[in-house]
């Protein structure tokens, strides 16, 4: 149980446009997802949390017009990167949890390389 | 802030060996939850065990245990009988509230 899927796994635009990431929660309702990026060999870092039917709350420093994130059911949430530029590039990670607060665990899916042009 | 630290960058071991992670953090919370998680080659985010902060007892799953000190803030992480797949980037980290914080993470080769 408690499997996260995303997609894609990969994705290469040029830069200016607008890339959409998608994560599920295949098994499980997940009233709370997070989004984290990953720089090669370091960890990770989080950029926003987002529960079901609301706005995201993002991470300080984390351009909430840049990283669009919507959480519209209990079973998906998408990052959109918009506008993006070769500093983009990057691992994108997410996670998905029952949203019980600090008792609950997070679990992660395969990650997105995004590659910007 | 929430800090999470661990000291070793690298290390090895011998397989069928036994080796020991480190991780200290740093929390105002009275009620949290740490966990070590493992990053292999894939990328893949692996949850490897989780310890309650309120339970004195150390968690263990199969070959993995953890050395929960509360008062020192440690949390170290036991990996015995050491195998070729528990090659890996290991993460510690602690809850806020919902949020992670992780620490930076320990590249543990293992060696036939």
């Known amino acids: 149980g408690a499997v996260v899927s995303q997609h894609p796994s990969r994705v290469i635009c040029k830069s200016g446009t607008s890339v959409k990431i998608e994560c599920r929660s295949l098994d499980f309702q997940a009233t709370t997802m997070f989004w984290y990026r990953q720089f090669p060999k370091k960890s990770l870092m989080l950029m926003a949390t987002s529960n079901e039917g609301s706005k995201a709350t993002y991470e300080q420093g984390v351009e909430k017009d840049k990283f669009l994130i919507n959480h519209a059911s209990l079973t998906l949430s998408t990052l959109t990167v918009t506008s993006a530029h070769p500093e983009d590039s990057s691992f994108y990670i997410c996670?998905?949890?029952?949203?019980?607060?600090?008792?609950?665990?997070?679990?992660f899916g395969p990650g997105t390389r995004l590659t910007v042009l | 802030a929430q800090t999470v630290t661990q000291s070793q960058p690298e290390m090895s071991v011998q397989e069928a060996e036994t080796v020991t992670l480190s991780c200290t953090y740093d929390t105002s919370e009275s009620d949290y939850y740490l966990f070590w998680y493992k990053q292999p080659p894939s990328r893949q985010m692996i949850l490897v065990i989780r310890q309650e902060a309120y339970k004195q007892q150390n968690a263990t799953e199969n070959r993995f245990s953890v050395n929960f000190q509360k008062a020192a803030k440690s949390f170290s992480l036991k990996i015995s009988d050491s195998q070729l797949g528990d090659a890996a980037m290991y993460f510690c980290?602690?809850?806020?509230?919902?949020?992670?914080?992780f620490g930076e993470g320990t590249q543990l080769t293992v060696n036939p």
């Open positions: 996670s998905a949890s029952l949203g019980l607060g600090s008792t609950d665990t997070q679990y």
């Open positions: 980290a602690s809850t806020s509230g919902s949020r992670l914080t």
